[in-house]
């Protein structure tokens, strides 16, 4: 992950209570899940009872995580896009500022309209190819500090889209922090022929090995 | 290494880069890591580039390398821009004839026109280090007729933006003729803008294809105001009588007026390709040209004026009766018979190479104006009945687009037209 030193921009921890007391907007609504069952989506996500549920490896099972009451983030978003994609998964890459005195981790991400669960990705190099896994604890965004998301670097994956992502097209994506915080930005649907699952992808077509995407079938990726 | 040692470093690159070859290649064969050698002399001497500080420059926009013009405004950058180095020109076309997808195509020029106007990379800018000198970088879009009537709007198309009609003289090429959309990225920096280009023509692969790309180049003459005027290639000073960029004139003359609302603010662009038949003008004489021309060919002045900013004296006679400026000379044509009749020119020249070993070059002449049925098509109308330039110039391209008024932060150009 790059980190960008940016401007400290430090709010009084006050003006942060304020601004994590209520939601901006309604959000969708979904079935609240029953303590501890299980799920089948590594990343999936569900916002209800004020609430947000992520669905969590637990072990060798998926599991609904406890309820996290949910807040406005402080967290600011720019230059988002994600990559132009017919069906499969895509990624979606954004620069992430923390403007509070205190470091943010962010845990789970949502775009409930174009795919049933995001999973946080880093890059790793694994015998000799770059290889995609989900970053385990997720992004922390230091205080006062700018993350930069990027192919090549961590990123957010978008599994299984339910609709294609075409360019120019805006789609809305939620990221939720560890402690119930959640924000809302617009990510720009961009050609991109980089930021493949691996190397190895541009000639051998899809090769799951080495990754750890909860041993889900991805089904084939569009636009190569 | 000591400063002292530095220096002598210094002192010895030049002849060092020669001799530094050779003791290179030697050492190699010896198994020495190359990079570090020594000068016969013995001094130390590096084989590193000329530092930066000591080139003469480090873009070829020279003092404009770090400026920028704003995207967001009134009116499109890129019209009232003082004339940039290089201009191209591109014509794009929709793949589909889908309303919403001309509505992406305009977000995303204005995303990445904004970004890389302001000197950085645009969204998943593969070589975001090429965005770093804009070098006054501008990106206008414009909008042709056939994006109006394929995507179903073509009730929107406004009176000011008719069709232009084909003139005697023309003998045009379907190649650079009309397309949905149109680009004009120009920059000090020919490698800004080459980045520019290749970045938004990537991002909207999958919107439209590139029906022709017109690049140009000029070189202003200081004598004018802002040094706006250029030489073409028949060593004409071209485009000295223009409206000044924020008098009322110009305003009148080039930015459209409020019907529709939508476009107000904006102008009308027709951008001719004029190929010069070089060869031809070659066989005439300096005083020859001129008759034709009507401005001396040194610097530029009125035939009977004295500079290049010397009014257009059109009734002075010379001892025997006959008009100065001669009447089928260029000037006197494509003079304005009014304010109405203004236009801005901002022409580029081209060199394409050969065509049958004739020199294939020209003028990419683009006019804007807030009317062409006042100014335009009057002027061209005349100039294709009387100009005597027109024996050595032939147009061979012609296409027109409205360009939109300016957006403001957030905004992007044309937003609601096709949603």
Known sequence: ?224 | MTDHDEDKVRRVSRRGLLTAGGAAFAGAAGGVVLGRVSAPDGAPLVAEPTPRSELSHVSPAGVSAQQTIDFYGVHQAGVDTPEQTYATFLGLNLISSSAQDADSVLRIVSDDAARLMAGRPSLGDTEPELAEIPARLSITVGLGHSLFEKTGRADRIPAYFPAIPSFSTDDLDERWSGTDFYLQIASDDPLTLAHAQRMMVKALSTLTTVSWVQPGFRSPTPANEGGRASRNLMGQVDGTVNPLPGSAQFDSAVWTGGDPMWAAGGTVVIVRRIRMLLDEWDRMDVAAKEMVIGRRLDNGAPLGGESEDDPVRLDVLDESGLPVIPSSAHVRIAHAESDEEMILRRPYTYDAGFIDGVQDAGLIFAAYTADPRRSFIPMQQRLADKDAFNRWNTTIGSATYLIPPGCAEGDYIASGLFT
């Not at chain 1, 132009?84 to 923390?98: H, K, L, R």
């Open chain 1, 1 to 224: 992950m790059r980190i960008r030193k940016s401007g400290v921009r430090l709010y009084a921890a006050a003006a942060v209570g304020i601004l994590t007391v209520a939601l901006a907007s309604p959000v969708h609504a979904d079935p609240a899940p029953s303590e501890g069952s299980e799920c089948s989506m590594s990343g999936a996500t569900r916002f209800a009872k004020g609430q947000t549920f992520i669905c969590e490896r637990d072990g060798t099972q998926l599991r609904w995580s406890d309820g996290i009451r949910r807040s406005n983030s402080p967290l600011e978003v720019e230059d988002a896009w994600v990559k132009v994609m017919d069906s499969g998964m895509t990624s979606a890459f954004a620069t992430i500022t923390n403007p509070t005195d205190e470091p943010i981790r962010i845990v789970a991400a949502r775009s409930i309209r174009f795919t049933p669960a995001m999973e946080l990705h880093e890059v790793l190099m694994e015998d000799g190819a770059m290889q995609m896994q989900q970053k385990s604890g997720g992004f922390v965004v230091p205080a006062g500090e700018t993350i930069v998301l990027e192919p090549g670097g961590d990123h957010l994956m978008l599994m299984k889209i339910k609709q294609s992502i075409t360019a120019g097209e805006e789609v809305p994506i939620r990221l939720i922090t560890a402690d119930g915080g959640r924000v809302k930005f617009e990510a720009m649907g961009r050609v991109f022929a980089g930021a493949n699952e691996s190397y190895d992808d541009l000639s051998d077509g899809m090769d799951h090995g080495g990754m750890d995407h909860g041993g889900m079938d991805h089904g084939g990726m569009g636009m190569r």
